[in-house]
């Protein structure tokens, strides 16, 4: 089936599609394309600029960074957050030692040790020659953190990542005071916890970006193809390292840096997706993924350029491997942030400052033992169709528009989204091994910039499979647990009464 975008103006993209007209990966490739850019519109306190396309207005920030970030709900103490209209932050927390991608959860104790594992684990999958899927699983595997270790690039700086939410899931945590963890602890499977979805105005988002930082070393060339920012990190003083002797003290530490978008996640509960039922359809979540082309390699760039994330000399069957073995961590313990570049380093046993080795992310959908496991090849034609057509839309609003430089990697979604409301309820494990096993579509669903060590499924078959697992903060102190309706912000909510203080471990 042939598509072409519609015409890019503001008309056309005001609001994220309300529903999906065919329940294939065609249709729900077309609502995630179309949602993309009605996130990335050119905006001015939130909202998009009536003048500009996408394509134009550069330097301005997009529609989804006036949203909120989950520090800025979830504050201590279940405190109440801040309901103001006009809101824009760039200050992201930086924590090397928490994960920033999906399924990952702050241990601090265990980092090292986690660590270790996941490198085990995944040296496993790579000397089996399997696809992952196929190899046994132990317990002890399937509980690894494979987002709580940072992803390093070939320049050497670690991946930034941030989560932020739309102003309906803000106001749905607010209005019912999901932000105090003790309202939270309310739920249970007969109260179930849902999140409301009923119109493309009245449906929560939650957005997680991926950027790489840009230094000296970054040309304009390389640049021009990507949507590039600024961010303020503030970084624990424990995580920093300041070589100038004349760093700013204070805890956490401030630094601005120039970024470049490589990666972008959306997971919208859209208000209508047609199920199994003819002529039915319900609010059900669909996941959808994007990155910029030149993460793994580089096709009609400019002469020099590199892939991001993948060194195309690296040989992982030369005699010694040459630190290129494909998803493998190579960051060491303790990882550090330094105040020039490369920012990315640890510090060995005598105290001396070491660079980190950069990963070699590959796209594990794409080897050989893996190629028939997820996709089609008509789903992948259909994918690829739409990425170029959408790419020569963004040409012709501007030749050299940045948005030509990013593809849609793919979408997931849940064949009957109806299965986390169905009464009588399944028994939690059940209800998660049957999201897995039978109703994701169309395959697993993999973002290279934020997901290089989890591509090996020890979590779920990707962006359901690892958030059907999400439960309520409530869960600690209580023998059921709850799920979040797939959303992993809620743990981040604290009580105020102090009883429910801690994260979900």
């Not at 630190?323 to 005598?350: G, I, M």
């Not at 001396?352 to 789903?379: A, F, G, H």
């Not at 997931?412 to 399944?426: D, E, G, K, Y």
């Not at 209580?478 to 799920?483: F, G, L």
């Amino acid at each position: 089936m042939r598509y072409n975008p519609p015409e890019i103006t503001l008309e056309n993209f005001k609001q994220p599609p309300e529903k999906v007209i065919f329940n294939d990966a065609f249709g729900f490739a077309d609502v995630a394309w179309k949602t993309f850019v009605t996130l990335n519109w050119p905006a001015n306190d939130g909202k998009p600029l009536e003048e500009s396309a996408l394509g134009q207005a550069p330097s301005a920030p997009r529609v989804w960074e006036f949203y909120r970030t989950p520090e800025e709900v979830f504050l201590a103490n279940g405190e109440k957050p801040l309901n103001i209209s006009k809101f824009f932050t760039r200050t992201l927390n930086l924590d090397l030692i928490e994960g920033q991608g999906a399924c990952s959860r702050k241990d601090f104790n265990l980092a090292q040790d986690n660590l270790q594992k996941s490198r085990n684990w995944i040296k496993k999958v790579i000397d089996s020659d399997e696809c992952p899927d196929k190899i046994p699983v132990s317990h002890e595997e399937e509980n690894l953190l494979l987002n709580s270790i940072p992803i390093v690039d070939q320049q050497g700086n670690y991946i930034v990542i941030e989560t932020r939410l739309n102003p309906n899931e803000f106001q749905q945590i607010l209005d019912n005071k999901w932000y105090d963890a003790d309202t939270l602890a309310e739920y249970n499977d007969n109260n179930r916890f849902q999140f409301e979805s009923t119109s493309s105005t009245d449906a929560p988002i939650e957005i997680k970006a991926a950027w790489r930082v840009f230094d000296e070393n970054s040309s304009a060339e390389e640049k021009a193809r990507y949507y590039t920012t600024k961010r303020v990190l503030a970084i624990p003083a424990k995580q920093y390292v300041c070589t100038t002797g004349n760093c700013i003290t204070g805890d956490p530490v401030l630094e601005e840096v120039e970024v470049g978008l490589i990666g972008f996640h959306i997971a919208y509960k859209i208000p209508q997706q047609q199920i199994l039922t003819p002529g039915y359809s319900t609010p059900g979540w669909v996941w959808a993924t994007f990155e910029q082309v030149d993460n793994l390699k580089v096709d009609n760039g400019p002469p020099g350029l590199k892939p991001t994330l993948s060194n195309p000399d690296c040989d992982p069957n030369a005699p010694n491997k040459g630190n290129c073995l494909p998803n493998y961590p190579y960051v060491e313990w303790p990882f550090l942030w330094r105040d020039r570049a490369p920012h990315a380093v640890t510090k060995s046993q005598d105290g001396q400052i070491q660079q980190q080795i950069p990963t070699q992310v590959v796209r594990l959908s794409e080897q050989r033992n893996c190629r028939d496991s997820n996709l089609t090849s008509t789903v992948k034609e259909s994918l690829k169709q739409q990425n170029k057509n959408w790419q020569e839309a963004f040409k012709k609003v501007t030749p050299d528009s940045v948005w030509q430089y990013y593809q849609l990697v793919g979408t997931q979604w849940l064949q009957n989204p109806s299965i986390v409301t169905q009464t009588p309820l399944l028994p939690r494990d059940s209800l998660i091994s049957n999201i897995r096993l039978q109703q994701l579509q169309p395959g697993a669903l993999f973002n290279v910039s934020m997901e290089a060590y989890s591509q090996t499924q020890v979590n779920g078959d990707s962006c359901g499979g690892c958030h059907v697992v999400a439960i309520l903060p409530s869960s600690r102190d209580n023998s059921q647990k709850v799920m979040s309706d797939f959303s992993f912000l809620l743990k981040r909510a604290k009580s105020s009464s102090n009883n429910l203080s801690k994260e979900v471990e």
